[in-house]
């Protein structure tokens, strides 16, 4: 199995499927398997065309695809958030992240630690 292929099928399949549940043009710019200094792991996807109001609406089967697709990274995120550009309504990117025991604690509880995050998944901790 090559990773770097399937990254290349993921990121189609994540447009693909994205544009079908939406109806709008949706681009994912960027895949990327993601490492932080502070021990969280995850993937970032860099989207464009995609609005705050279609992660609110389709909040549960946007998490159904990702995890979908992204199965076979094996990454089974503690959460899942989408990011908005600064000052407008269009979604930057979405990231689904294993969490650090530090990170943890700052997305464990009932307030966002961003105000730009819009949270559409979260494991029961
Ligand atoms: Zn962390």
Redesign the pocket.
């Known amino acids: 199995m090559n990773t770097l292929n399937n990254l290349l099928d993921h990121r189609g399949s994540i447009e693909k499927r994205l544009m079908k549940l939406t109806g709008r043009v949706i681009w994912v710019v960027q895949l990327n398997l993601s490492s932080?200094s502070?021990?969280?792991t995850g993937i970032t996807i860099f989207f464009a065309g995609l609005e705050k109001e279609d992660v609110e609406v389709f909040a549960s089967r946007i998490v159904e695809i990702l995890n979908e697709v992204t199965a076979s990274v094996r990454l089974d995120p503690d959460i899942i958030y989408a990011s908005l550009v600064p000052g407008s309504s269009e979604v930057g990117s979405i990231s689904l992240k294993r969490?650090?025991d530090?990170?943890r604690k700052d997305y464990g509880g009932d307030v966002r630690p961003w105000s730009n995050i819009s949270i559409l998944y979260k494991k029961a901790c």
Do not use: K, N, S, T
Request: net charge negative.
């Open positions: 932080f502070c021990g969280c969490l650090c530090e990170c």
